[in-house]
């Protein structure tokens, strides 16, 4: 016989509905002074929409009650489970009592020790350490917040989070179970499978997006590289991060700190374009001195020269293909987008799936094996052709996790067969850049060889002429003849560095675009544009570039700097050169030619070739006063300058040299002191605080590294009491749902 208790609605009238309930049989107890209500078997209350079902119960009072044995509570998706319970119906709050305490809400499960639930606000409460698990999503705290109406979980305390690709170490964090959001306020640590770090102050994770916002102080520690900005945005599958605000990245390998207000990175190619005051670093600790860029843009990126392997493309086909055969529940039309999706990326490859490619370190052929995308378990596809047998909610929550898989493979098979298909065509492009790139190379090795065959051939008669001129310069009269043999006695060893460098299979390249300028304590330049190329440690200028080094000004069409070991070797002027070093406000020294090449021996200049079409306009002054003593013009086909200490000790002129000399005071009226062209640019040579700016963060990688990862105490904890209480039969791992009976009470009620 069952009873039921219920507040008629005219007696109801003014004042909240008391607790409604019923029970298969009910007596009376005294109780301190008053009466209590005993109620046993199958025991039902119901408020604010919330049913509490127990064994048995004691109802102190129309809202205030006490329940025992096999206590659940409902409302909505949310199921908790405990030994006990108190419900206090004027503070509308359900209190739990058990060695552990189960909450479900959908496919989300909470292990608690203590649980309290108000069922008017439809708030809980957990204390003492829990667990919540979604899938293969995983969060502890000590203590947090369940709000039931929007599935929202707030963990307090100790909090540690992970995922098949990330954990993650904070003091609190607000995680929505239906949309698969954590987000967080506190100082938060994440790192994924590869062991990189990410830090912020506050930010999100969304794990459907797989998709990382980070709104403060946000941080990224790799393998290689240091990220800081005030706000990252960062999409995992497509390797791509958006940075604003105090931008610093520093690249440890390439040995380049960039820096800027607004940034995107893209680390499946490596590369990172910087707008918004970007500028860039390029130092050495060894050699402590540094290459500071800055312009409007600067993009940085990477390229690999190596042959293309496919074997993690083939990877990715073969996990496809296991997750496949390993999903016997998936319906014939997810198997077949699956085997659809693996054929479409075997098919993609055409260049090294099933044929052998060339090693580019060993020039070795090396065998590539056809990938079988029809890899499909055969049983489980007879299994499709037998009745299809009731499916208990396990199982349907199982297939629903497994065509989840499947639908995830699908994408991560086509995703592959994109990458697969733009890495051959990187490829194709990379190769045909290194042929255009080895050819350059060999011309211009050709050609210079065949300059300095020419220099050699015609070096007995030319500089003859060439110390006769030097004689006439009463400042150079100590240098001759053995000063040239020694400087340039064959090839220059620095002209031909860049010539003989063996090509790196990675090579990184720094673009600026519009309004470059650079700084280093040796040189300072402007230009349109900048390339700097590790591969032959060169740096390109374009578009009008005027280059500063000691007192020297050089303006070109274009320069071509060559460095190693961050230090200069050489610098090519192209395309209407001019060089010139001011004497005073009205005297400049000027040398024009076709190309004038400038090479460097620890950071100074020892010599100057102007070849084709040399002219100089030269100043000499008295070695005892300082003052202008001389004027000179001189026409050839090349000249040669010698240096030491940066200052000229011989000069060469080859080719039929033309001269004239005149004391300064007679200089005539008529004649130029100027080449044309020139001009005197020295109000535009930037200082080191035009170009960079910026505060210089400290590295954090070995603060970093010491910081601890989540172990999850508390999941271990509650494992072992879990296993504990089960097998000693004290508590068992429920998951039932409402009874017909309890669902009959409600409508029941409802109705009333």
Known sequence: MSIAFAQSPASSRGRRKPVDMQGNDAYSVKYQDTTAL???????????????????????????????????????????????AEYNGETNMAYVFSPLIKVVDGDATMYTYTFSFNTLENVGRFGGGAIVTKGDNRLEAERGYYYADSSVVICVDAVEMQDSQYKLKSDSVVYNLDTDV?????????????????????????????????????????????????????????????????????????????????????GDREEALLTARPSVISYDPEMG?????????????TERLLAVDSTAMADSLARADS?????????????????????????????????????????????????????????????????????????????????????????????????????????????????????????????????????????????????????????L????????????????????????????????????????????????????????????????????????????QVTADYIDIYTANQQITRAEFLGSPIMAEQIDSMAYNQVAGKTIEALFRDNEVYRVNAIGNGQTLYYTTDENTGEVAEFMTITCGDISFLL??????????????????????????????????????????????????????PSRREEMLKKPQPEFPIQESISRRRKRLTDSGVWRDRDETLSPEAIEFVEGVKRR
């Open 477 to 552: 009269q100590h240098a001759g003849d053995e000063l040239a043999d020694e400087q340039f006695d064959g090839p220059d060893s620095t002209m031909l560095a860049d010539d003989t460098t063996a090509i790196d299979s990675v090579r990184r390249i720094i673009r600026a675009y519009r309004n470059v300028r650079s700084y280093r304590s040796d040189f300072q330049s402007v230009c349109d544009s900048m390339v700097v190329l590790s591969l032959d440690s060169t740096i390109h200028l374009y578009l009008s570039p005027i280059l500063w080094y000691a007192s020297n």
């Open 182 to 266: 954590a987000s967080f306020a506190t100082d938060t640590y994440i790192w994924n499978e590869k062991g990189e770090m990410v830090n912020a102050m506050a930010g999100r994770y969304d794990r459907v997006a797989d998709r990382f916002e980070l709104f403060s102080n946000s941080y990224i520690l790799t393998e290689k590289q240091e990220v800081w900005a005030d706000s990252i945005d960062y999409k995992r599958a497509l390797e791509n991060a958006v940075l604003r605000r105090n931008i610093q990245i520093d690249d440890t390998d390439q040995k380049v700190l960039a820096f800027g207000d607004y940034g995107e990175y893209w």
């Open 644 to 697: 030491a200490d940066q200052q000229i000790e011989t000069i060469i002129w080859r080719g039929n040299p033309v001269y004239s000399i005149y004391a300064i005071e007679q200089v005539p009226e008529d004649q130029e002191r100027y080449l044309r062209d020139f001009q005197w640019h020295g109000d535009k040579c930037p200082t080191v605080d035009q170009v960079f700016d910026r505060f210089l963060r």
């Open 289 to 301: 001195d540094s290459l500071y860029v800055r312009a409007d843009s600067i993009l940085l990126f």
């Open 38 to 84: 005993c109620l046993v078997g199958n025991v039902m209350f119901y408020h604010n929409g919330t049913i509490i079902t127990c064994d048995s119960a004691v109802r102190y009072s129309e809202k205030h009650m006490e329940c025992f044995r096999n206590v659940l509570i409902n409302k909505d998706s949310l199921y908790v489970y405990g030994d006990r």
């Open 323 to 475: 997750l496949a055969a390993a999903t016997p529940m998936l319906d014939d039309a997810v198997r077949q987008q699956i085997e659809q999706a693996a054929a479409m990326t075997a098919q993609s490859d055409t260049t090294s799936v099933g044929q052998p490619i060339v090693d580019s370190l060993t020039g070795e052929n090396v065998a590539m094996q056809p990938i079988d995308s029809s890899a499909v378990d055969s049983t489980a596809l007879a299994s499709e052709t037998a009745p299809a047998p009731e499916l208990t909610p396990e199982q349907i929550k199982e297939q629903k996790r497994a065509a989840a898989e499947a639908k995830k493979a699908e994408v991560a098979a086509a995703k592959a067969a994109a990458k697969a298909e733009k890495a051959a065509k990187k490829a194709e492009k990379v190769a045909a850049r290194e042929a255009r790139l080895k050819a350059k190379i060999a011309e211009r090795r050709a050609k210079r060889l065949a300059k300095i065959e020419k220099y050699e051939r015609s070096r007995a008669k030319q500089d003859s002429l060439a110390m006769d001129s030097i004689m006439r310069d009463s400042l």
